[in-house]
């Protein structure tokens, strides 16, 4: 071991982010006597926020070694195939943003060029037709992808919805397993370094001291270390990112089989969100305080649940940002104590992972070089502002005029680069692969249809392309036909799956 | 559809490889490419290409055999750094791998341990590229992943009068238009600044709906005619010239290039088949022309040519209707990156960003944006190779006495020095094992390492590194002689 290694690590905060991390660094640090403390309260709710995810949650499970049956029957999870978005952009809107990929390239250029130029030529047929996520998940089917990559069934990805605070429950359990020690109380007092503002200790209410190299802030919108300790400045997003409340209610199971997909419905001045797990649906209400009050956003709530509601509505406040440092001095924040972007597409879960893994990727060592946080806090940056502008696109590209919230949304004023990469998208329908997602799918989606595609496909008739696309939608229509029902698959996994044997 | 029209102004490799990229990627019942093949000397004269030459061939459909038929192209297994920070200074910056992970341990950390321990093991012998080029070995890499010789990168060293002359056989097989002439005059669109017309010498006057330009440092059109002007000196060497000239060999030489520095600059000397070329660059207030040609003599170096050198880069590379390619937009000495790997990058560039005829301003500006952050990497390279030498080497010394790190290079080297890590960015030119050897080949060395090292044994540590310095040797040993290789390869 070497004589600069960190050897004590304090999380402090459980939930979500807390737990992830504790998870995480137990792993990582199995081989060596690493001490990992995580303080957390029960006096202290959890915001349990992001019941929805992105398929690199399965990455994260892998690397703990969580088999994925298990995971599903302990965090009542359900899969999902993408995010169907309805009323953005334009009332009667309807598109998917799916978990894969739409059509294929073809000689270098890619789909969506085939798709606009018979769009221009007279088809009516949705982008959402090339997708096999998209057609798997209209139609409520879901099986695994297949490991051949000739077969179209292996053209797409998934993710999973689940009860976070179940998730939260089950890696407690994990961390505390291989070592975590977890300790109930509520941070009372922090002690400095009075040379350099490290921070050497925590004390907690009941008088406990607890000394560590590096300290880990998963204190939600608080920050108690980062924030109220550190003093790390926020920059506020919330000229772009207008909405700062949310309501959310659980409501017992619809009648229909479910549905692999979130929903994201676009209200008068926010949006609404439905998740479907195994026991219930999670429902809830983003909303801009300006332009909406607590009750329409709940009245909206309520009035479009699918499902008799299961417990009070809760409210959330919050304020679209990210702490300029996430790192800093010796304390790193990880969840909600970094910064905050709504839900919209799922990405609360991944934005943990991302500080998780890079924490790992740029541990330190005591002597805490300059460099070696300032990395950290650049590659941090680089994703919560590539998620941001993805984010703050759904809003800008609108052409909704019910609302005074759409009108101000659509004239706006966007960061520069997503300006300009949506200039480009317009002019030219040309995607910058570095970024979010299905760029294209959710671009045309949101009512940005290209002015041109690439003028190379001219060399092709009208009548080869209307053909070749024509054959893409019947072998996915084909292939989706074969797919069983997501309700009845999942149904298959629980029943053999043995509960209660962890790890 | 009306039939668009492309002219590319000016040969040679640069304008060779444009036309036969666009000619072979744009359809030709859509767009008449033209090439005006102008009596302009390339300034280049020798190229030293890395493995990513092969995707840009595979482009053009340009097959390998052909390239090596030719009597100068060579196999290229990488770049020798001699004399830079310390006179008995050699690394190599090969391409291709570096050792192996040890139970998910990436080989840099293992690396840099076992060298804070005491055990200063050369970074080289650990890069098969670099031990069977010294052995004066070549093979191609192997197709199967779980065989070491897949770990071999090897690039493509061209006389490049003759590989223009290869891409102009190939663009021209592939229906390329060619008029032999001079450029005269251009006329412009006073309104729009877009080019309506060129004159040629040969009587004839061309239209186009987009002109390219690959008149090198002349840069005809999108200097002289739109009027762009350099931006800045950043990537400027103070070298103000260069020499080239070449010696007969008898026998094949070694598949690496050498760079060194000396008192008054610095050369590359690159083997091809038959001779090894040198690229001297010089600065005329440290040592005389006169000098510089009596030295090369002695070291057995003929057919001597002296020209003028500096480095640009001009504000924008397209303007309205006019597309700079290769030296007509920016030139920097090639200290690590080859400047036709930059042409052949920009031109990928243009063909992924060039949507249509009618719509090209934004693509416009991302190609630029593009192009600066490219110049910005490639400049950020030759910085941290003057910073590494500036305590011996007369030029780098020189340069830092008028520049000063950019916060980006300052960045990348605290990095590395403080915990052995690697920043990522845009575009990058060099791999984190790359830069790695090129820190360590300078004996730039991390004050700590990677955590995870230390889950790792000591003893089984420096028992992995002996026997991977064994097997990488043994293995060079078994690829055969260079001259065996290219004989049996050219039956």
């Given at each position: 071991?070497?004589?600069h290694?960190?050897?004590?690590?304090?999380?402090?905060g459980?939930?979500?982010?807390?737990?992830?991390?504790?998870?995480?660094?137990?792993?990582?640090f199995?081989?060596i006597?690493?001490?990992?403390?995580?303080?957390?309260?029960?006096?202290?709710?959890?915001?349990?926020?992001?019941?929805?995810?992105i398929?690199?949650?399965?990455?994260?499970?892998?690397?703990?070694?969580?088999?994925?049956?298990?995971?599903?029957?302990?965090?009542?999870?359900?899969?999902?195939?993408?995010?169907?978005?309805?009323?953005?952009?334009?009332?009667g809107?309807?598109?998917?943003?799916?978990f894969?990929?739409?059509?294929?390239?073809?000689?270098?250029?890619e789909?969506h060029?085939?798709?606009?130029?018979?769009q221009?030529?007279g088809?009516?047929?949705?982008?959402?037709n090339?997708?096999m996520?998209a057609?798997?998940a209209?139609?409520?089917?879901?099986?695994?992808?297949?490991?051949?990559?000739?077969?179209?069934?292996?053209n797409?990805?998934?993710?999973?919805?689940?009860?976070?605070?179940l998730?939260?429950k089950?890696?407690?359990?994990?961390?505390?397993a291989?070592?975590?020690?977890?300790?109930?109380?509520i941070v009372?007092?922090?002690?400095?370094?009075?040379?350099?503002?490290?921070?050497?200790?925590?004390?907690?209410?009941?008088?406990?001291?607890?000394?560590?190299?590096?300290f880990?802030d998963?204190?939600?919108?608080?920050?108690?270390?980062?924030?109220?300790?550190?003093?790390?400045?926020?920059?506020?997003?919330?000229?772009?990112?207008?909405c700062?409340?949310?309501?959310?209610?659980?409501?017992?199971?619809?009648?229909?089989?479910?549905?692999?997909y979130?929903?994201?419905?676009?209200q008068?001045a926010?949006?609404?969100?439905?998740?479907?797990?195994q026991?219930r649906t999670?429902?809830?209400?983003?909303?801009?305080?300006?332009?909406?009050?607590?009750?329409?956003?709940?009245?909206?709530?309520?009035?479009?649940?699918?499902?008799?509601?299961?417990?009070?509505?809760?409210?959330?406040?919050?304020?679209?940002?990210?702490?300029?440092?996430?790192?800093?001095?010796?304390?790193v924040?990880?969840g909600?104590?970094?910064?905050?972007?709504?839900p919209?597409?799922?990405?609360?879960?991944?934005?943990?992972?991302?500080?998780?893994?890079?924490?790992l990727?740029?541990?330190?060592?005591?002597?805490?070089?300059?460099?070696?946080?300032?990395?950290?806090?650049?590659?941090?940056?680089?994703?919560?502002?590539?998620?941001?502008?993805?984010?703050?696109?759904?809003?800008?590209?609108?052409?909704?005029?019910?609302?005074?919230?759409?009108?101000?949304?659509?004239?706006?004023?966007?960061?520069?680069?997503?300006?300009?990469?949506?200039?480009?998208?317009?002019?030219?329908?040309?995607?910058?692969?570095?970024?979010?997602?299905v760029?294209?799918?959710?671009?045309?989606?949101?009512?940005?249809?290209?002015?041109?595609?690439?003028?190379?496909?001219?060399?092709?008739?009208?009548?080869?392309?209307?053909?070749?696309?024509?054959k893409?939608?019947?072998?996915i229509?084909?292939?989706?036909a074969?797919m069983?029902?997501?309700?009845?698959?999942?149904?298959?996994i629980?029943?053999?799956?043995?509960?209660?044997?962890?790890? | 559809?009306?039939?668009?029209?492309?002219?590319?102004?000016?040969?040679?490799?640069?304008?060779?490889?444009?036309?036969?990229?666009l000619?072979?990627?744009?359809?030709?019942?859509?767009?008449?490419?033209?090439l005006?093949?102008?009596?302009?000397?390339?300034?280049?004269?020798?190229?030293?290409?890395?493995?990513?030459?092969?995707?840009f061939?595979?482009?053009?459909?340009?097959q390998?055999?052909?390239?090596?038929?030719?009597?100068?192209?060579?196999?290229?297994?990488?770049?020798m750094y001699?004399?830079?920070?310390?006179?008995?200074?050699?690394?190599?910056?090969?391409?291709?791998?570096?050792?192996?992970?040890?139970?998910?341990?990436?080989?840099?950390n293992?690396?840099?341990?076992?060298y804070?321990?005491?055990?200063?093991?050369?970074?080289?012998?650990f890069?098969?590229?670099?031990?069977?080029?010294?052995?004066?070995?070549?093979?191609?890499?192997s197709?199967?992943?779980?065989?070491?010789?897949?770990?071999?990168?090897?690039?493509?060293?061209?006389?490049?009068?003759?590989?223009?002359?290869?891409?102009?056989s190939?663009?021209?097989?592939?229906?390329?238009?060619?008029?032999?002439?001079?450029?005269?005059a251009?006329?412009?669109?006073?309104?729009?600044?877009?080019?309506?017309?060129?004159?040629?010498?040969?009587?004839?006057?061309?239209?186009?709906?987009?002109?390219i330009?690959?008149?090198?440092?002349?840069?005809?059109?999108l200097?002289d005619?739109?009027?762009v002007k350099?931006?800045?000196?950043?990537?400027?060497?103070?070298c103000d010239?260069?020499?080239?000239?070449?010696?007969?060999?008898s026998?094949?030489l070694?598949?690496?290039?050498?760079?060194?520095?000396?008192?008054?600059g610095?050369?590359?000397?690159i083997?091809?088949?038959?001779r090894d070329?040198?690229v001297?660059?010089?600065?005329?207030?440290?040592?005389?022309?006169?000098?510089?040609?009596?030295?090369?003599?002695?070291?057995?170096?003929?057919?001597v040519t002296?020209?003028?050198?500096?480095?640009?880069?001009?504000?924008?590379?397209w303007?309205?209707?006019?597309?700079?390619?290769?030296?007509?937009?920016?030139?920097?000495c090639?200290?690590?990156?080859?400047?036709?790997?930059?042409?052949?990058?920009?031109?990928?560039?243009?063909?992924?960003?060039?949507?249509?005829?009618?719509?090209?301003?934004?693509?416009?500006?991302?190609?630029?944006?593009?192009?600066?952050?490219?110049?910005?990497?490639?400049?950020?390279?030759?910085e941290?190779?003057?910073?590494?030498?500036?305590?011996?080497?007369?030029?780098?010394?020189?340069?830092?006495?008028s520049?000063?790190?950019?916060?980006?290079?300052a960045?990348?080297?605290?990095?590395?020095?403080?915990?052995?890590?690697?920043?990522?960015?845009?575009?990058?030119?060099l791999?984190?094992?790359?830069?790695?050897?090129?820190?360590?080949?300078?004996?730039?060395?991390?004050?700590?390492?990677?955590?995870?090292?230390d889950?790792?044994?000591?003893e089984?540590?420096?028992?992995f590194?002996?026997?991977?310095?064994?097997?990488?040797?043994?293995?060079?040993?078994?690829?055969?002689?260079?001259?065996?290789?290219?004989?049996?390869?050219?039956?």
């Amino acid at each position: 071991m070497n004589q600069h290694s960190i050897k004590k690590i304090v999380i402090v905060g459980g939930g979500t982010a807390g737990w992830m991390t504790a998870a995480a660094l137990a792993k990582k640090f199995l081989p060596i006597n690493m001490d990992i403390v995580l303080v957390e309260s029960e006096a202290i709710g959890t915001v349990g926020v992001g019941e929805s995810t992105i398929p690199h949650i399965r990455g994260f499970n892998e690397y703990l070694g969580i088999d994925e049956s298990f995971f599903i029957a302990e965090t009542k999870a359900t899969f999902k195939l993408g995010i169907a978005f309805k009323h953005w952009g334009q009332l009667g809107n309807d598109y998917i943003h799916p978990f894969g990929p739409l059509g294929h390239d073809i000689n270098g250029v890619e789909f969506h060029h085939y798709w606009l130029r018979m769009q221009q030529e007279g088809s009516k047929y949705p982008l959402d037709n090339y997708s096999m996520a998209a057609m798997a998940a209209r139609a409520g089917k879901f099986q695994h992808p297949s490991t051949d990559s000739m077969s179209l069934l292996s053209n797409y990805n998934y993710a999973f919805h689940f009860d976070a605070a179940l998730y939260a429950k089950y890696l407690r359990r994990y961390a505390e397993a291989i070592n975590v020690k977890r300790i109930e109380g509520i941070v009372a007092a922090t002690n400095l370094n009075s040379d350099n503002g490290f921070i050497e200790s925590i004390r907690l209410d009941s008088g406990i001291t607890l000394g560590g190299d590096l300290f880990i802030d998963c204190t939600g919108f608080k920050g108690i270390l980062i924030d109220k300790v550190l003093n790390a400045k926020f920059e506020d997003w919330s000229h772009w990112l207008r909405c700062d409340k949310a309501i959310a209610v659980p409501c017992a199971l619809s009648e229909e089989k479910l549905t692999p997909y979130t929903q994201a419905t676009a209200q008068q001045a926010g949006w609404q969100w439905r998740i479907p797990l195994q026991h219930r649906t999670g429902n809830g209400h983003v909303y801009a305080s300006d332009y909406l009050s607590d009750d329409e956003a709940a009245a909206i709530l309520l009035k479009n649940l699918d499902g008799e509601p299961l417990a009070e509505p809760k409210f959330f406040t919050f304020k679209a940002g990210q702490r300029k440092q996430n790192w800093e001095k010796n304390c790193v924040a990880i969840g909600l104590s970094g910064g905050f972007l709504e839900p919209l597409e799922s990405t609360s879960i991944y934005l943990i992972q991302v500080g998780i893994q890079k924490l790992l990727d740029f541990f330190p060592d005591k002597n805490f070089a300059k460099a070696n946080s300032a990395e950290f806090n650049r590659q941090l940056d680089e994703e919560y502002v590539r998620i941001r502008d993805f984010i703050i696109m759904h809003y800008k590209e609108n052409a909704r005029e019910d609302s005074p919230f759409w009108m101000d949304c659509k004239n706006m004023s966007v960061p520069d680069a997503l300006a300009q990469r949506q200039k480009l998208f317009k002019s030219t329908g040309y995607v910058d692969h570095q970024q979010y997602g299905v760029y294209a799918a959710v671009c045309i989606g949101q009512g940005l249809i290209p002015d041109v595609y690439d003028f190379k496909i001219n060399a092709f008739s009208h009548h080869k392309i209307a053909a070749y696309l024509e054959k893409i939608h019947g072998n996915i229509n084909a292939a989706v036909a074969s797919m069983p029902f997501a309700q009845d698959y999942i149904n298959r996994i629980l029943a053999n799956t043995n509960q209660g044997k962890p790890l | 559809m009306t039939i668009k029209k492309i002219v590319i102004v000016g040969g040679g490799a640069v304008g060779w490889s444009v036309a036969a990229l666009l000619r072979a990627q744009f359809p030709r019942e859509l767009v008449v490419i033209q090439l005006i093949e102008d009596s302009r000397k390339d300034a280049l004269s020798v190229e030293c290409a890395s493995s990513r030459i092969h995707s840009f061939h595979d482009l053009i459909g340009l097959q390998e055999k052909i390239c090596m038929l030719d009597p100068y192209t060579h196999f290229g297994l990488g770049v020798m750094y001699e004399g830079w920070s310390y006179d008995s200074q050699k690394y190599m910056l090969a391409g291709g791998y570096y050792g192996a992970s040890l139970d998910g341990v990436d080989f840099q950390n293992i690396y840099i341990k076992n060298y804070l321990s005491g055990e200063k093991n050369d970074l080289d012998d650990f890069s098969l590229n670099a031990v069977a080029a010294k052995l004066g070995r070549f093979g191609h890499p192997s197709s199967d992943s779980q065989s070491i010789y897949s770990a071999i990168k090897y690039g493509l060293h061209f006389q490049l009068d003759s590989y223009a002359d290869i891409l102009k056989s190939h663009a021209l097989a592939l229906g390329i238009d060619v008029i032999i002439a001079d450029c005269t005059a251009v006329s412009r669109d006073n309104n729009s600044g877009n080019i309506t017309s060129l004159e040629l010498d040969s009587q004839h006057s061309v239209m186009a709906d987009l002109y390219i330009d690959c008149t090198g440092e002349a840069s005809v059109l999108l200097g002289d005619a739109c009027g762009v002007k350099c931006a800045s000196d950043d990537m400027d060497i103070l070298c103000d010239r260069v020499a080239i000239g070449y010696r007969l060999q008898s026998s094949l030489l070694p598949s690496i290039a050498v760079l060194t520095s000396t008192a008054d600059g610095f050369f590359k000397v690159i083997p091809l088949k038959d001779r090894d070329v040198i690229v001297y660059y010089f600065s005329s207030d440290l040592i005389r022309e006169n000098d510089i040609e009596t030295m090369l003599a002695t070291w057995g170096f003929t057919h001597v040519t002296i020209a003028n050198y500096r480095s640009y880069r001009r504000e924008k590379f397209w303007v309205n209707n006019c597309l700079a390619i290769g030296h007509s937009g920016a030139r920097y000495c090639d200290l690590l990156v080859s400047p036709l790997q930059s042409v052949r990058d920009s031109i990928v560039r243009f063909l992924d960003l060039f949507i249509d005829f009618d719509n090209v301003d934004a693509s416009r500006d991302e190609f630029n944006r593009l192009s600066h952050i490219e110049l910005d990497n490639i400049n950020e390279v030759i910085e941290l190779h003057m910073y590494a030498s500036q305590h011996h080497s007369a030029v780098s010394c020189r340069y830092f006495s008028s520049h000063s790190l950019s916060s980006s290079s300052a960045h990348r080297l605290n990095l590395f020095v403080s915990n052995g890590r690697h920043t990522h960015c845009d575009l990058s030119l060099l791999t984190d094992i790359e830069w790695a050897a090129f820190f360590i080949g300078n004996k730039i060395i991390p004050k700590s390492y990677s955590y995870d090292v230390d889950f790792l044994d000591g003893e089984r540590v420096r028992d992995f590194l002996s026997k991977l310095k064994a097997v990488i040797f043994e293995s060079a040993q078994k690829i055969p002689k260079h001259a065996d290789y290219i004989k049996s390869l050219l039956k």
